[in-house]
């Protein structure tokens, strides 16, 4: 059974930094992309990063490159997402996704309705 589970949201003060982190199980993350996208209060949800199955390339949206930082770690199937320099912009509940029909790149990545499988979700709320 295919499970993601997001944890390590809050509260921060604009400018600081939080670490959110996302276990999967079900499934390898070796072989399957994994992503994190964010939803805002009457906004669509939108792609944050994503880590290619293809070839371990990540990829970052316009708004949060050189800020946060995805990796992962395939002894525990455990995903990451370092935010830094975290602005009110920011505050949103972050979701991890995967899909299992397409490895992704930089063309495909951020596609949301592509995702088969996603977490409940952890909220990120960065105060100005």
């Known amino acids: 059974q295919v499970r993601l589970v997001e944890s390590g949201g809050g509260t921060v003060e604009s400018g600081g930094s939080l670490r959110l982190s996302c276990r999967a199980s079900g499934f390898d993350l070796d072989y399957f992309p994994i992503a994190w996208f964010r939803q805002a209060p009457g906004k669509e949800r939108e792609g944050v990063s994503c880590?290619?199955?293809?070839?371990?390339?990540?990829y970052y949206s316009d708004s949060v490159k050189g800020r946060f930082t995805m990796s992962r770690d395939r002894m525990t199937n455990m995903v990451y997402l370092q935010m830094n320099s975290l602005k009110p912009e920011d505050t949103a509940r972050y979701y991890c996704?995967?899909?299992?029909?397409?490895?992704?790149?930089?063309?495909?990545?951020?596609?949301?309705?592509?995702?088969?499988?996603w977490g409940q979700g952890t909220q990120v709320t960065v105060s100005s």
């Open positions: 996704a995967t899909d299992f029909e397409s490895a992704k790149d930089g063309t495909d990545w951020s596609r949301t309705h592509d995702y088969d499988y």
């Open positions: 880590i290619s199955a293809r070839d371990g390339t990540v």
